[in-house]
Structures are given as structure tokens and as C-alpha cells.
């Protein structure tokens, strides 16, 4: 009579053991799962005095930066713009008055007069609102103007703007400040400042230029060249862009 060996488990029984791992498996998993919790809630019990104040504090702070903001920043805010209009009228004046009587305008907008605030005060008084700090930028023009340079670079310095057309020209009108007083590589790093910090058809190509004459006076005529180049490269159909060769030409003339 033929034998046969035994053969140990059959499929079937094999996948009946693995089903039988899984399941131990995950049973483990949710029994974990469970300890987990079960010390979570237990960790909240005990500490939820903690947790309940900490969620008030929050609560509390967050309301108080609301109220703070609406009935504190807000009208400080709206207070600041309206004392910047008196100095701004007499800033806007002296841009159209004779020249005898520029001077004492600017001076008006930077002191006020008649009980009202001017540049000055707007800007120490209203500190950290968007008016104190556009009076920083008036106040330093107006000293760039009544040629205080030490003050314009000052208050100029202190003025922080993403303006497209404000944040480049106050870092330029430091650069005049600066030309103004014959520190010519200050100036020249200020120029190139404005010339980059918000790049567009207007102050960019003015910046450039000054910064490559500024450059040519410094001998830096290599750096000149890549001024004017830029210009020419990318600005060309602007009214400096037009007559830009001709400078251009002399920075090239001077390495030679």
C-alpha cells in the first residue's frame, strides 16, 4: 500500500494563522490606542485648572489687543493724519512760492505755527503711526531743502517705506544729502540703494544715473560703465535713457 509524508499545514490553515496574527495585531494597536487615551484624559483631569486658565489668558489677550487696536491705534492713527495735513500745506506751498519765501515755509511745516503740530512734533509725539513716520520723510526733504544736512540724513534715515515711489526716493534724497556734503562713496552707496530698492521706469534709471556720474567723480569708472549700461539695457525709452550713450561713451573713454 502506497504512503504518503505528511506535508505540515495547508494553505488554508497558513492564512488562517496569519488571520490570526493580524487580528492579535491590531487588537494590540487598540489596546495602546486606549492606554494612550485613557492617560491623555487622566493628564487633562489633573492638570484642566492649568489648561482653563491658559485658554482665559489667550482669550484675554486676544480681546485686549482687539480693543487695544480699535480704541487705541486706530484713533491715534486717524489723530496723526489729521495734524499732518497743517505742515503738509505748507510743505506743498513752498514747492510753488517765490524763492524769497521757500525757507519759511519749510520752516513753518517743520515748527507749525498757530497751536498747530509740525513735522517735528508729529513725528516725535505720533512715534510708531504710519503719519510719524511719513513725517520723518517730510521733515528730512525739508532739511535737504534748507540744506541742514546732518538733520536730513537724520530724519531721512528714520523714515522706513515698500512705497514703489517714497522707499527709493528717500534713499536717494540721502544720497544728495551725502553728495551735498562731498562723501561721494556714501552717496554712491545710497544711489544704488534707491536705485534697487523697488525697481521701475522712474526712480530706477534716475538712481543709475546719479550713481554713475557719482562713480565717474570717484574714478570708479568700470562701475560707472555698468550703471550707464543698465540704463541703456533696460531703460532706454525713458527721458534719461534717451541721451544715456554719450555717457556711457565717456565711462568707457576713461578706462582706456
Known amino acids: 500500500m502506497a ?7 495547508k494553505p488554508r490553515d497558513r492564512k488562517d494563522q496569519q488571520s490570526l496574527e493580524s487580528q ?5 494597536v487598540f489596546k495602546t ?8 484624559e487622566q493628564w487633562i483631569e489633573k492638570n484642566k485648572t492649568f489648561l482653563f486658565n491658559g485658554l482665559v489668558v489667550i482669550i484675554v489677550a486676544i480681546l485686549g489687543y482687539m480693543g487695544y487696536y480699535k480704541y487705541i491705534i486706530e484713533p491715534t492713527e486717524t489723530e496723526a493724519s489729521n495734524e499732518l495735513a497743517f505742515p503738509r500745506a505748507y510743505f506743498d506751498q513752498s514747492s510753488v512760492a517765490p524763492p524769497s519765501e521757500v525757507d519759511s515755509l519749510l520752516q513753518l511745516g517743520l515748527d507749525g505755527a498757530d497751536g498747530k503740530y509740525g513735522f517735528l512734533d508729529i513725528a516725535e509725539m505720533y512715534s510708531g503711526t504710519k503719519a510719524g513716520n511719513i513725517a520723518n520723510y517730510y521733515a528730512g526733504v525739508s532739511y535737504l531743502k534748507l540744506k541742514d544736512y546732518e538733520n536730513a540724513i537724520d530724519f531721512l534715515s528714520q523714515f522706513d517705506s515698500d512705497d514703489d515711489i517714497l522707499g527709493p526716493t528717500a534713499l536717494g534724497a540721502i544720497g544728495d544729502a551725502f553728495a551735498d556734503i562731498d562723501q561721494e562713496q556714501e552717496a554712491l552707496e545710497y544711489y544704488e540703494k534707491a536705485a534697487y530698492k523697488k525697481e521701475n521706469d522712474f526712480t530706477t534709471p534716475l538712481f543709475l544715473f546719479k550713481a554713475g556720474k557719482t562713480a565717474m567723480q570717484l574714478d570708479q569708472f568700470a562701475k560707472a ?7 541703456k539695457d533696460d531703460y532706454s525709452k525713458t527721458d534719461i535713457g534717451k541721451d544715456i550713450d554719450k555717457y556711457l561713451s565717456s565711462a568707457v573713454y576713461a578706462q582706456q
Open 33 to 40: 490606542l486606549d492606554q494612550t487615551a485613557s492617560k491623555s
Open 225 to 231: 560703465e555698468q550703471f550707464f549700461q543698465e540704463i
Open 3 to 9: 504512503t504518503y509524508k505528511k506535508r505540515g499545514l
Open 24 to 28: 492579535s495585531a491590531t487588537a494590540e
